[in-house]
């Protein structure tokens, strides 16, 4: 029996689904929720439920929500506590509870779909592949092989997705992508696929990404660098994305207040580093941190420096966080000051 089949037949002794989507969800999180829902549907599912925590910040993931009318809920730990003995839950595009969600870690999972390194992963049901460049890639191969319906939304979300996720098919790309791509494109929406592609960027976006050009540090291959306090939570990814571009940079990464975290975005294209990895260890004793060989992303709770201030203001808070994140860096990517571009230093 294939995977599809396993999680078709698990459905299928349900009467209500809740899809959780990582905090702050993404493209590949919110199409690959889409989709489930769409098994689920065809598998005799009525009452369906996207839930998220976090925002959904990033231009191209409004658009997203907006262009393919995604039906989200805010999520609330008592929506999966306290819900009916024939109800399930499950994560897409992330596996473990508590681990960038907001879902207590004693609640019982029923499906995990996951490509990001994870480790303990526990669900009555888990397709776990590392190997593939985007959970919307897993999800394509279940639609195509239930005979669920591409519709127009559907496919374009899809194709998106993977789009997105491997910029352009550029990071982290395998075959299994481009089967993909080609079992969507017939059914995709070509103009929607381009609206989706070329949102329009908000002017706090753009001045957070100005800040991180002329705050970075390079340490050999490596730039570090930081937007202070934003209100604009992807501007950080996307930065990271213009800030990896650069001559000479092979991993690049930003970090910033964000409300009361300090989040990280990180990029790279150097072989020997699994900057995923290389997060999770330099910040699990503060925050949480991973992601993949190429991209990673983290959150450390600003809590953590609340007593390091001595006349509590936000700019005293602000420059303590980017001394002890670029102290963490340095160090835990082993760089000293070799490199050191000393006319951008961020002092």
């Given amino acids: 029996m294939t995977k599809s089949a396993d999680l078709y037949d698990l459905l299928a002794e ?6 959780v989507c990582h905090n702050n969800p993404d493209p590949d999180c919110l199409a690959s929720a889409l989709a489930l829902g769409r098994i689920a549907a065809h598998a005799g599912i009525d009452e369906r439920r996207i839930l998220y925590s976090g925002d959904i910040s990033h231009q191209q993931n409004r658009a ?7 039906d989200l809920v805010q999520f609330e730990a008592e929506s999966v506590r306290e819900r009916a003995e024939d109800s399930l839950v499950a994560f897409v595009d992330h596996s473990v509870p508590g681990v960038n969600n907001e879902v207590p870690d004693d609640v019982p999972i029923d499906v995990v779909i996951d490509h990001h390194s994870a480790e303990a992963i526990e669900a009555r049901f888990v ?7 985007a959970t919307a890639t897993i999800l394509t191969e279940y639609v195509r092989e239930l005979d669920v319906e591409f519709d127009e939304i559907l496919a374009t979300g899809l194709l998106f997705a993977i789009r997105r996720e491997t910029l352009g098919f550029l990071r982290g790309v395998t075959g299994d992508e481009y089967g993909a791509a080609q079992t969507l494109h017939g059914h995709a929406d ?7 592609a070329t949102p329009a ?9 100005a800040d991180a050009v002329g705050n970075r540090i390079v340490r050999g291959s490596v730039l570090i660098s930081h937007v202070g306090r934003t209100s604009e939570r992807d501007s950080l990814p996307q930065a990271a994305d213009y800030l990896a571009t650069l001559e000479g ?8 207040i964000v409300d009361e975290e300090i989040e990280l975005s990180a990029r790279s294209t150097d072989p020997r580093v699994h900057v995923g990895n290389a997060l999770r260890d330099i910040f699990e004793d503060v925050g949480s941190a991973g992601g993949h060989r190429e991209m990673a992303g983290g959150q450390v709770p600003l809590g953590v420096f609340a007593d390091l201030t001595t006349d509590g203001t936000d700019a005293e808070l602000v420059d303590i966080v980017r ?9 835990g990517l082993n760089l000293g000051d070799e490199g050191a571009d ?6």
């Fill in 64 to 70: 997203f929500v907006n262009l393919l009318e995604v």
């Fill in 323 to 331: 001394r002890v994140i670029t102290n963490r860096l340095v160090a």
């Fill in 127 to 133: 397709d776990h592949r590392e190997g593939v460049g």
């Fill in 342 to 347: 000393s006319e951008n230093d961020g002092a």
């Fill in 14 to 19: 349900g009467d209500e689904l809740l899809i």
């Fill in 190 to 196: 070509m103009e929607m696929l381009r609206r989706l």
């Fill in 201 to 209: 960027v908000s002017g706090a976006t753009v001045d957070a990404i």
């Fill in 249 to 256: 940079v092979e991993t690049a990464i930003v970090f910033g």
